[in-house]
């Protein structure tokens, strides 16, 4: 009778390891689709309670010159948390003729280095914060859902959730941390770059959002699941898959507006190919910082795209003469 026990309980014993496994692999999931929804909120409600503002200040800032165009860039895509939503605006802008290619890629460099910005906040231990912001929250648009204010309760809500997603990821990879086969498997990715970047630039498409695969990666590095190698790769990949974001939103609109688009992939392919050859330096540098792995993406990601801007702020012309090539007016 005991051997005929043991037998009969040990498929329950042989199963519950895989529902373990089925279990944080669910989490953790559910912890990137919460962070891509609060990204979703907070980008959607600034856009719907500021977002003529925040035109008007794009267009006159474009109408002066590069430098107003730079801020202006990174002070809109700062409040909507999206470098895409900055240039469905521009693009909007150039396809009807108001802006030039040149001026619209000032505000998209500009763009790149606000969401590196918001990176960088959003990286900090702001735990303590998302119950708060979820509260607040959900009391204003509850109370006053029609109004402003409840569109403005909705943004915290986002605000919230994007936090709150952090710290749940970091909870349930934490399983995922003791697994063998799992650091086996990223550790077979090391030194692959080329492998890295297109895998971020995939999931950054289906994410649509930069800013959530970039938290991600560093919230993976700091609990040790991916190395360094492995990480600057994958924000590589995050900053390319961006600017083909930009890209595939912008597919049916006139050639005008695809400038804008393609002008800013052309920005972040260059980069990447000029930053690829230098990453072991990159590594080796950084590891005399003594910083954390996770400061050390976000410090990665804010200084690609400010040497980006360095770059190319004086190149817009140029690169708009490449995309006006590329992308010639339609025949009357």
Not at 160 to 167: K, R, W
Request: with cysteine.
């Amino acid at each position: 009778a005991r051997s005929t026990s043991s037998t009969t309980r040990s498929p329950r014993s042989s199963a519950r390891p895989t529902a373990d496994a089925v279990q944080t692999l669910l989490n953790l999931l559910a912890g990137v689709s919460l962070l891509v929804w609060g990204t979703h909120i907070v980008r959607t409600g600034i856009l719907r309670l500021y977002g003529g503002d925040l035109r008007r200040i794009l267009r006159r800032s474009v109408a002066r010159n590069r430098f107003a165009a730079f801020a202006a860039g990174i002070g809109v895509t700062g409040l909507i948390q999206s470098s895409t939503a900055t240039a469905l605006i521009v693009a909007a802008f150039a396809g009807q003729g108001l802006v030039t290619t040149a001026s619209a890629l000032a505000v998209m460099l500009g763009a790149d280095v606000g969401t590196s910005i918001v990176t960088v906040v959003l990286s900090f231990d702001l735990s303590w914060l998302a119950p708060l912001l979820i509260f607040c929250g959900v009391v204003l648009f509850l109370a006053r859902q029609s109004t402003p204010v409840g569109r403005f309760g909705r943004i915290l809500i986002g605000l919230g959730l994007i936090l709150f997603a952090l710290q749940w990821i970091r909870v349930a990879a934490q399983p995922i941390v003791s697994a063998a086969g799992v650091k086996v498997l990223f550790a077979s990715l090391t030194g692959d770059v080329l492998l890295d970047v297109l895998v971020a630039a995939l999931v950054t498409i289906l994410c649509y959002s930069s800013l959530a695969v970039v938290l991600l990666v560093a919230a993976l590095a700091q609990l040790g699941v991916i190395g360094p190698p492995v990480a600057l790769g994958l924000v590589l990949g995050a900053n390319l898959g961006s600017g083909i974001l930009g890209m595939l939103s912008t597919l049916r609109s006139p050639p005008e507006a695809r400038r804008v688009t393609l002008g800013n992939f052309l920005f972040k392919l260059i980069g990447c190919v000029l930053a690829i050859p230098t990453l072991p330096y990159v590594e080796s540098w950084m590891a005399g910082l003594a910083i954390d792995p996770a400061s050390e993406v976000v410090a990665f990601h804010l200084i690609f795209n400010v040497v980006l801007a360095l770059l190319f702020i004086f190149w817009t012309e140029q690169i708009g003469r490449v995309a006006e090539r590329l992308l010639p007016d339609k025949p009357p």
